[in-house]
């Protein structure tokens, strides 16, 4: 048999889609709901996308309590990577919306384009993350945390304990997970 050829699919998946067969038991109120929050992360992948670049290339948006506007231009005024990975391992590692470390002064943004309130813990993360990688301790770090949503900018300074909390749970985490790996290759 010589089946149709869909070269353009390849790669993609369809809002009603055989693997995530549960939208056969929804109702047209939860479909707009689901669809909805489909289109809001594409949304917030094409703001974390187009923030990204206006950062890298160093243009700032107007003066304005917009969210993405605040967003950038701090993130250009305290000279922030956009979009850095940081990582422990494969099984702890995470992006970084905007990031910087001078002076030892941390500093870590982050952009969120939805309704949901935005937890500190994310950044507190990447603070960890952070600090794992580049060899940091916590209690020798000054440290801000921005959340940038709904026109508002949230900042957090995180207890240095918090940091080294999370730290030795990710870390313990992690052996666990490669403990759990061997086990299933032995």
């Known amino acids: 048999m010589n089946f149709n050829k869909h070269s353009d699919l390849i790669g993609k998946h369809a809002i009603l889609s055989a693997s995530k067969y ?3 038991n929804y ?5 707009r709901a689901v669809y909805r929050n489909m289109q809001a992360v594409q949304y917030g992948t094409e703001m974390h996308d187009l923030a990204s ?3 890298r290339n ?8 917009q969210t993405l506007n ?8 305290y000279r922030m990577t956009a979009e850095q990975p940081l990582m422990y391992s494969r099984n702890w590692f995470g992006t970084a919306d905007a990031i910087c470390c001078r002076d030892g002064l941390l500093r870590i943004h982050d952009l969120k384009t939805g309704e949901i309130e935005a937890k500190m813990v994310q950044l507190e993360i990447y603070a960890a993350l952070y600090c794992l990688e580049y060899g940091e301790k916590p209690d020798k770090l000054e440290m801000e ?3 940038y949503q709904n026109n508002e900018v949230l900042v957090h300074h995180p207890d240095p304990n918090d940091i080294s909390a999370i730290i030795k749970k990710g870390i ?5 997970i490669e403990r759990l790996k061997a086990e299933e290759e032995a």
């Open 22 to 24: 549960h939208w056969v």
């Open 27 to 31: 109702d047209i109120d939860k479909l």
């Open 53 to 55: 670049r206006l950062i």
């Open 58 to 65: 160093r243009v700032r948006l107007p003066k304005s309590k």
């Open 70 to 77: 605040l967003y950038v231009n701090d993130a250009i005024g």
């Open 145 to 147: 945390l921005r959340i």
């Open 172 to 176: 313990a985490f992690d052996k666990e």
